[in-house]
């Protein structure tokens, strides 16, 4: 059922953590959006999210929210952990709501699959909210390597790595609610490969343990498209083992990197000579380091914004709704699934030794 033009998009946001903060406040830039109403298991909680903002959305407990007071709700983003995110988006859309759900979509593949089910089941819009992918460097980036300016893509490096001291009774580390690195972090340097270069198989993977017994980091080798590409993502208490947080493409006849972090992708930097930007690098796959880039990018893409950059796909998502689609082609539910499943096969690998760092 297609949205009509003349009205605003009506949300729900299910859940009053950071990111459902930061998500309501870069709705409030998207002039056909409306935050509706607010969720959360602690009434009080929900009620400060709502005073929170200026239009005072409607208030709920999780045992009222889906009830006929939210008739004319349109579409629920999901800020729960994402233990909950297949309960929470199926019932969601069994009362008639479409879901946009925090990264990652689900705690595992078959889970992702179920998701999309229920979207063609019920006939309702689902999609992660891997929010890099549409950001407008990130897409300029595609549009760039798309083109073929630079030439054939020959390889890409990525690294995502925070500093983050380890408590076993923070959300990252408890395997009760779904820690570990791959699942917090890994998502971004998948999907946002499989969005630039093309679809993913896995080809190596080392991971090391937190005391918890959840990956704390790993390195990864895989193919996207037919483009190999190393990565690394982990959280460190070292400051120095931090890493760059870049993603960047080597192509025929130059370079193309999404600045750090590139999650959020301020700027897209390009140079135009390969050879010029970047010495020759040998060795085999996890032994060589990401050199360094000589030299200015010949050309930077940063435009300006004034939002965290959750705006981007809540536009994608309200095109999606207007025209009656249940998925966004720029994100759709089995490519979340593909990821969360080479996910899986990094994970199923026995774990490196080595010490908490």
């Known amino acids: 059922m297609q949205l009509a033009d003349d009205r605003p998009v009506r949300w729900g946001v299910w859940g009053t953590g950071h990111i459902a903060a930061k998500f309501a406040t870069d709705l409030s830039a998207v002039p056909d959006a409306q935050l509706h109403s607010v969720c959360s298991r602690d009434l009080s909680k929900a009620r400060a999210f709502a005073e929170r903002f200026g239009n005072k959305p409607t208030a709920h407990s999780t045992e009222t929210f889906l009830s006929d007071a939210d008739?004319?709700?349109?579409?629920?983003?999901?800020?729960?952990?994402?233990?909950?995110?297949?309960?929470?988006?199926?019932?969601?859309?069994?009362?008639?709501?479409?879901?946009?759900?925090?990264?990652?979509?689900?705690?595992?593949?078959?889970?992702?699959?179920?998701?999309?089910?229920?979207?063609?089941?019920?006939?309702?819009?689902?999609?992660?909210?891997?929010?890099?992918r549409f950001l407008p460097t990130t897409q300029k980036a595609?549009?760039?390597?798309?083109?073929?300016?630079?030439?054939?893509?020959?390889?890409?490096?990525?690294?995502?790595?925070?500093?983050?001291?380890?408590?076993?009774?923070?959300?990252?580390?408890?395997?009760?609610?779904?820690?570990?690195?791959?699942?917090?972090?890994?998502?971004?340097?998948?999907?946002v490969a499989q969005f630039l270069l093309g679809d993913l198989v896995l080809d190596d993977a080392r991971w090391a343990a937190a005391p918890s017994g959840v990956?704390?980091?790993?390195?990864?080798?895989?193919?996207?498209g037919r483009v190999p590409v190393d990565a690394a993502v982990g959280f460190w208490e070292n400051r120095r083992l931090v890493g760059d947080n870049?993603?960047?493409?080597?192509?025929?006849?130059?370079?193309?990197?999404?600045?750090?972090?590139?999650?959020?992708?301020?700027?897209?930097?390009?140079?135009?000579?390969?050879?010029?930007?970047?010495?020759r690098i040998e060795g085999n796959r996890f032994s060589r380091a990401v050199a360094k880039l000589r030299n200015r990018p010949d050309e930077s893409f940063a435009p300006a914004r004034d939002t965290t950059g959750l705006n981007y796909q809540v536009d994608a998502v309200h095109r999606a709704l207007r025209a009656g689609e249940r998925q966004v082609a720029d994100m759709p539910m089995t490519v979340s699934a593909d990821v969360l499943g080479v996910i899986e096969d990094i994970l199923?690998?026995?774990?490196?030794?080595?010490p908490f760092r």
Not at 161 to 189: E, I, K, Q, T
């Open 142 to 191: 595609r549009e760039i390597l798309r083109s073929g300016t630079l030439g054939r893509p020959l390889r890409a490096d990525v690294t995502l790595h925070f500093r983050r001291r380890y408590d076993p009774r923070h959300r990252l580390f408890d395997p009760a609610l779904g820690g570990g690195a791959m699942l917090d972090l890994g998502v971004y340097p998948l999907s």
């Open 215 to 224: 990956d704390h980091n790993a390195r990864f080798a895989f193919t996207a």
């Open 348 to 354: 199923a690998r026995a774990p490196g030794a080595g």
């Open 71 to 132: 008739a004319d709700l349109d579409i629920i983003y999901i800020a729960s952990p994402h233990i909950v995110h297949l309960e929470q988006a199926v019932k969601a859309m069994e009362h008639g709501k479409s879901v946009l759900i925090e990264k990652p979509v689900a705690m595992n593949k078959a889970e992702a699959l179920a998701i999309e089910a229920a979207s063609k089941k019920h006939k309702k819009l689902a999609m992660e909210a891997l929010w890099t």
């Open 246 to 279: 870049r993603f960047i493409v080597y192509c025929e006849k130059g370079i193309i990197a999404l600045d750090r972090p590139f999650v959020a992708a301020p700027k897209l930097s390009i140079w135009h000579n390969r050879d010029k930007a970047l010495p």
